[in-house]
């Protein structure tokens, strides 16, 4: 508004259409614009005009049907997991009502809704020292009497703590743990 509004006042002190083009950088034809605009409805008509703009993509219905699927349990509405995640909600949403949302469209339907998106936090249960002990000797001893020929695998090599959790999830290039074991072999 300010901008346009100085454009009028520096044509009202003499300057032409191609100078105050040149010290907005904007073009002549947006400068006989304003002038237009301010000959026929005076200083408001310097103010944006009411705009339809892009449609919502979430209407009513669908931001109803999100607010129902994140009170209710995924399982509930056939789905194979215990959480809601924006994209099994899109893909719902474009199955059930036919509404092809984006997950990223999705993510800021919650916020509107007053909800929040969260990680869940998982936490290891207590273990039991002597029940870990008598596990991993069962183990130690299942490991010394396989053969040579037999391939040892191990479901989480974090329970036992040979190696960090960090270090079991991270390969350097060559395959092999990137952080030393305890006994200082890779």
């Known amino acids: 508004?300010?901008?346009?509004?100085?454009?009028?006042?520096?044509?009202?002190?003499?300057?032409s259409a191609s100078q105050?083009?040149?010290?907005?950088?904007?073009?002549?034809?947006?400068?006989?614009?304003?002038?237009?605009?301010?000959?026929?409805?005076?200083?408001?008509?310097?103010y944006d005009r009411d705009r339809d703009g892009r449609p919502k993509k979430i209407t009513d219905e669908v931001e109803e049907e999100?607010?129902?699927l994140l009170e209710g349990d995924p399982t509930e509405e056939g789905e194979?997991?215990?959480?809601?995640?924006?994209?099994?909600?899109?893909?719902h949403l474009d199955r059930e009502l036919g509404a092809n949302v984006h997950p990223e469209?999705?993510?800021?339907?919650?916020?509107?809704l007053e909800y929040s998106w969260t990680r869940p936090r998982r936490e290891l249960p207590p273990t039991d020292p002597e029940a870990y002990r008598k596990r991993l000797a069962a183990i130690v001893e299942a490991v010394a009497e396989a053969d040579e020929e037999t391939s040892v695998l191990v479901e989480d090599e974090t329970i036992?703590?040979?190696?960090?959790?960090?270090?079991?999830?991270?390969?350097?290039?060559?395959g092999a743990a990137g952080r030393q074991s305890p006994r200082g072999k890779r």
């Not at 346009?4 to 009202?12: C, M, P």
């Open 1 to 15: 508004m300010a901008v346009r509004a100085h454009i009028v006042l520096l044509s009202s002190r003499g300057y």
């Open 20 to 46: 105050i083009a040149k010290i907005h950088d904007v073009t002549g034809p947006m400068v006989y614009k304003w002038f237009d605009r301010f000959d026929e409805e005076g200083p408001s008509g310097l």
């Open 66 to 68: 999100i607010e129902r």
């Open 80 to 91: 194979n997991a215990i959480r809601w995640t924006t994209g099994r909600i899109a893909e």
């Open 105 to 112: 469209t999705v993510r800021d339907a919650p916020g509107r």
């Open 160 to 174: 036992l703590g040979a190696v960090s959790s960090a270090s079991a999830h991270v390969a350097t290039r060559g």
